[in-house]
Protein backbone atom coordinates (compact mmCIF):
# COMPACT_ATOMS: atom_id res chain seq x y z
CA UNK A 1 0.00 0.00 0.00
CA UNK A 2 0.91 4.04 -0.61
CA UNK A 3 0.56 5.12 2.65
CA UNK A 4 1.96 8.76 3.92
CA UNK A 5 0.74 10.74 7.05
CA UNK A 6 1.67 14.40 6.20
CA UNK A 7 0.87 17.18 8.76
CA UNK A 8 0.02 21.14 9.16
CA UNK A 9 1.48 22.85 11.55
CA UNK A 10 -0.29 25.24 12.22
CA UNK A 11 -3.46 23.78 12.80
CA UNK A 12 -2.01 20.66 13.77
CA UNK A 13 -4.06 18.72 11.27
CA UNK A 14 -3.07 15.38 9.66
CA UNK A 15 -3.21 14.72 6.13
CA UNK A 16 -3.30 10.98 4.28
CA UNK A 17 -1.86 9.48 1.36
CA UNK A 18 -3.12 6.46 0.81
CA UNK A 19 -3.09 4.40 -2.54
CA UNK A 20 -2.64 1.90 -4.20
CA UNK A 21 0.53 0.34 -5.80
CA UNK A 22 -0.43 -1.29 -9.08
CA UNK A 23 -3.10 1.28 -10.23
CA UNK A 24 -1.47 3.89 -8.50
CA UNK A 25 -4.27 5.86 -8.27
CA UNK A 26 -4.23 7.62 -4.43
CA UNK A 27 -6.90 9.39 -1.92
CA UNK A 28 -6.27 12.11 0.03
CA UNK A 29 -7.68 11.96 3.61
CA UNK A 30 -8.78 15.63 4.59
CA UNK A 31 -6.33 17.39 2.62
CA UNK A 32 -5.38 21.18 3.81
CA UNK A 33 -5.79 24.26 1.48
CA UNK A 34 -2.21 25.93 2.40
CA UNK A 35 -0.98 22.82 1.63
CA UNK A 36 -2.13 22.09 -1.51
CA UNK A 37 1.17 22.45 -3.36
CA UNK A 38 3.15 20.30 -1.06
CA UNK A 39 0.41 17.29 -1.60
CA UNK A 40 0.16 17.50 -5.67
CA UNK A 41 4.07 17.93 -5.19
CA UNK A 42 4.56 14.63 -4.00
CA UNK A 43 1.53 13.20 -5.56
CA UNK A 44 3.17 14.33 -9.04
CA UNK A 45 6.78 13.04 -8.16
CA UNK A 46 5.53 9.86 -6.91
CA UNK A 47 3.89 8.97 -10.31
CA UNK A 48 0.32 8.84 -8.88
CA UNK A 49 -2.92 10.12 -9.94
CA UNK A 50 -5.20 11.69 -7.28
CA UNK A 51 -8.81 9.77 -7.68
CA UNK A 52 -10.55 10.82 -4.45
CA UNK A 53 -10.56 13.31 -1.61
CA UNK A 54 -12.24 11.76 1.23
CA UNK A 55 -13.46 14.15 4.36
CA UNK A 56 -13.98 13.29 7.78
CA UNK A 57 -16.46 16.16 8.62
CA UNK A 58 -16.52 19.96 7.97
CA UNK A 59 -13.70 21.04 9.42
CA UNK A 60 -13.82 24.02 11.96
CA UNK A 61 -10.18 24.57 12.86
CA UNK A 62 -8.81 24.60 8.98
CA UNK A 63 -9.95 25.37 5.61
CA UNK A 64 -10.01 21.99 3.44
CA UNK A 65 -8.05 21.61 0.34
CA UNK A 66 -10.66 19.57 -1.82
CA UNK A 67 -12.06 22.19 -4.09
CA UNK A 68 -8.45 23.03 -5.07
CA UNK A 69 -7.85 19.59 -5.75
CA UNK A 70 -10.71 19.04 -7.37
CA UNK A 71 -10.14 21.76 -9.80
CA UNK A 72 -6.40 21.10 -10.06
CA UNK A 73 -7.03 16.85 -11.14
CA UNK A 74 -10.36 16.35 -11.61
CA UNK A 75 -10.78 14.40 -8.46
CA UNK A 76 -13.68 13.16 -6.29
CA UNK A 77 -15.02 14.80 -3.15
CA UNK A 78 -15.93 11.85 -0.99
CA UNK A 79 -17.88 12.83 2.63
CA UNK A 80 -20.57 12.48 4.68
CA UNK A 81 -24.49 12.47 3.12
CA UNK A 82 -24.55 15.19 6.11
CA UNK A 83 -21.40 17.57 5.55
CA UNK A 84 -20.95 19.59 2.52
CA UNK A 85 -23.65 19.85 -0.16
CA UNK A 86 -20.31 20.82 -2.72
CA UNK A 87 -18.73 17.02 -2.53
CA UNK A 88 -19.33 14.68 -5.54
CA UNK A 89 -19.79 11.44 -3.57
CA UNK A 90 -22.20 11.39 -0.35
CA UNK A 91 -21.13 8.53 1.91
CA UNK A 92 -23.57 6.36 4.70
CA UNK A 93 -22.38 3.89 7.27
CA UNK A 94 -21.35 0.77 5.41
CA UNK A 95 -20.78 2.25 2.15
CA UNK A 96 -17.44 1.62 -0.10
CA UNK A 97 -15.19 3.63 -1.19
CA UNK A 98 -12.78 1.83 -4.24
CA UNK A 99 -9.50 4.06 -4.87
CA UNK A 100 -7.68 1.29 -7.51
CA UNK A 101 -7.55 -1.97 -5.80
CA UNK A 102 -8.06 -0.43 -2.34
CA UNK A 103 -11.86 -0.56 -0.44
CA UNK A 104 -11.84 1.91 2.28
CA UNK A 105 -15.78 1.18 4.20
CA UNK A 106 -16.96 4.32 5.97
CA UNK A 107 -18.20 4.36 9.49
CA UNK A 108 -20.61 6.83 10.56
CA UNK A 109 -19.45 8.62 13.64
CA UNK A 110 -21.19 11.30 14.97
CA UNK A 111 -20.78 12.97 18.10
CA UNK A 112 -17.94 15.62 17.22
CA UNK A 113 -20.35 16.91 14.66
CA UNK A 114 -23.13 15.47 13.35
CA UNK A 115 -21.36 14.34 9.86
CA UNK A 116 -18.75 12.95 11.03
CA UNK A 117 -17.59 9.61 9.20
CA UNK A 118 -14.21 7.18 9.65
CA UNK A 119 -12.71 5.27 6.71
CA UNK A 120 -12.00 1.70 7.54
CA UNK A 121 -9.10 0.17 5.12
CA UNK A 122 -8.25 -3.20 6.28
CA UNK A 123 -5.70 -3.34 9.68
CA UNK A 124 -6.52 0.81 10.01
CA UNK A 125 -9.14 3.48 10.69
CA UNK A 126 -9.00 6.82 9.60
CA UNK A 127 -11.03 8.29 12.39
CA UNK A 128 -11.05 12.29 11.86
CA UNK A 129 -11.61 13.90 15.15
CA UNK A 130 -13.75 11.36 16.62
CA UNK A 131 -11.21 9.93 18.15
CA UNK A 132 -7.48 10.80 18.86
CA UNK A 133 -4.69 9.70 20.68
CA UNK A 134 -5.70 9.56 24.40
CA UNK A 135 -8.37 11.89 23.85
CA UNK A 136 -11.23 12.89 21.54
CA UNK A 137 -12.62 15.60 19.65
CA UNK A 138 -14.69 18.08 21.24
CA UNK A 139 -18.82 18.15 21.25
CA UNK A 140 -19.76 21.45 22.07
CA UNK A 141 -20.36 22.90 18.50
CA UNK A 142 -21.54 21.71 15.02
CA UNK A 143 -24.15 19.98 16.45
CA UNK A 144 -21.51 18.00 18.31
CA UNK A 145 -23.10 15.82 21.19
CA UNK A 146 -21.39 13.78 23.44
CA UNK A 147 -23.61 11.02 24.01
CA UNK A 148 -23.77 10.19 20.49
CA UNK A 149 -19.68 10.73 20.58
CA UNK A 150 -19.29 7.86 23.48
CA UNK A 151 -21.95 5.89 21.51
CA UNK A 152 -19.60 6.01 18.06
CA UNK A 153 -16.35 5.04 19.59
CA UNK A 154 -17.30 2.12 21.99
CA UNK A 155 -19.46 0.45 19.32
CA UNK A 156 -17.67 1.23 16.05
CA UNK A 157 -14.16 1.73 16.81
CA UNK A 158 -14.26 -0.73 20.16
CA UNK A 159 -15.46 -3.39 18.59
CA UNK A 160 -12.71 -3.85 15.47
CA UNK A 161 -9.84 -5.57 16.63
CA UNK A 162 -7.25 -4.49 19.21
CA UNK A 163 -4.03 -4.67 16.96
CA UNK A 164 -5.99 -2.11 14.28
CA UNK A 165 -4.20 1.11 13.78
CA UNK A 166 -6.00 4.60 14.69
CA UNK A 167 -4.91 7.25 12.69
CA UNK A 168 -6.06 10.52 13.86
CA UNK A 169 -7.31 13.94 12.30
CA UNK A 170 -4.92 15.77 14.88
CA UNK A 171 -2.63 15.45 17.02
CA UNK A 172 -0.92 18.68 19.18
CA UNK A 173 1.74 16.37 21.20
CA UNK A 174 3.69 14.58 18.26
CA UNK A 175 2.22 11.56 18.55
CA UNK A 176 1.46 10.40 15.37
CA UNK A 177 -0.54 6.69 15.63
CA UNK A 178 -2.60 4.96 18.20
CA UNK A 179 -4.40 1.17 18.07
CA UNK A 180 -7.78 0.42 19.50
CA UNK A 181 -6.15 -1.48 22.56
CA UNK A 182 -3.96 1.24 23.45
CA UNK A 183 -7.22 3.83 23.20
CA UNK A 184 -9.51 1.18 25.49
CA UNK A 185 -6.80 0.78 27.92
CA UNK A 186 -5.25 4.62 28.00
CA UNK A 187 -7.38 6.78 26.80
CA UNK A 188 -8.64 8.93 29.78
CA UNK A 189 -11.55 10.53 28.34
CA UNK A 190 -12.95 6.75 28.19
CA UNK A 191 -11.07 4.19 30.06
CA UNK A 192 -12.72 3.06 33.17
CA UNK A 193 -15.96 5.69 32.81
CA UNK A 194 -19.38 4.95 31.52
CA UNK A 195 -21.61 6.81 29.01
CA UNK A 196 -22.86 9.24 31.61
CA UNK A 197 -19.57 10.10 32.86
CA UNK A 198 -17.95 10.67 29.74
CA UNK A 199 -20.66 13.33 29.21
CA UNK A 200 -20.39 14.73 31.80
CA UNK A 201 -17.10 15.22 31.25
CA UNK A 202 -17.32 16.33 27.79
CA UNK A 203 -19.93 19.48 29.13
CA UNK A 204 -17.49 20.24 31.93
CA UNK A 205 -14.33 21.04 29.30
CA UNK A 206 -14.98 24.97 28.86
CA UNK A 207 -12.62 24.67 25.56
CA UNK A 208 -11.89 28.27 23.77
CA UNK A 209 -13.57 28.28 20.26
CA UNK A 210 -11.01 27.44 17.72
CA UNK A 211 -9.33 30.03 15.87
CA UNK A 212 -11.15 29.72 12.28
CA UNK A 213 -14.97 28.76 13.30
CA UNK A 214 -15.85 31.38 11.72
CA UNK A 215 -14.17 31.58 8.53
CA UNK A 216 -13.10 27.91 8.15
CA UNK A 217 -16.90 26.24 8.62
CA UNK A 218 -18.97 28.39 5.71
CA UNK A 219 -15.54 27.56 3.76
CA UNK A 220 -15.94 24.04 4.08
CA UNK A 221 -19.75 24.10 3.55
CA UNK A 222 -18.26 24.80 0.01
CA UNK A 223 -15.11 22.59 -0.44
CA UNK A 224 -12.83 25.40 0.64
CA UNK A 225 -13.40 27.63 -2.69
CA UNK A 226 -15.81 30.39 -1.04
CA UNK A 227 -14.72 31.83 2.47
CA UNK A 228 -17.54 33.79 3.97
CA UNK A 229 -18.27 37.65 2.93
CA UNK A 230 -16.63 40.17 5.24
CA UNK A 231 -18.61 41.17 8.29
CA UNK A 232 -20.20 44.64 8.43
FE1 LIG B 1 -12.91 18.72 13.74
Not at 115 to 137: C, W
Not at 171 to 191: C, M, S
Not at 197 to 220: H, I, R, T, Y
Amino acid sequence: MIFRQLFDPESSTYTYLVGDPVSRYVALIDPVLEQVERDLTLIHELGLTLTHVMETHVHADHVTGAGQLRERTGCLVVASTLGASCVNIHVRHKDVVRVGALSFTVLATPGHTDDSVSYLLNDRVFTGDALLVRGTGRTDFQNGNAGQLYDSITQEFFTLPDETLVYPGHDYKGRTVTTIAEEKRFNPRLAGRDRASFVQLMGELNLPPPKKLELAVPANRACGRALAPPQA
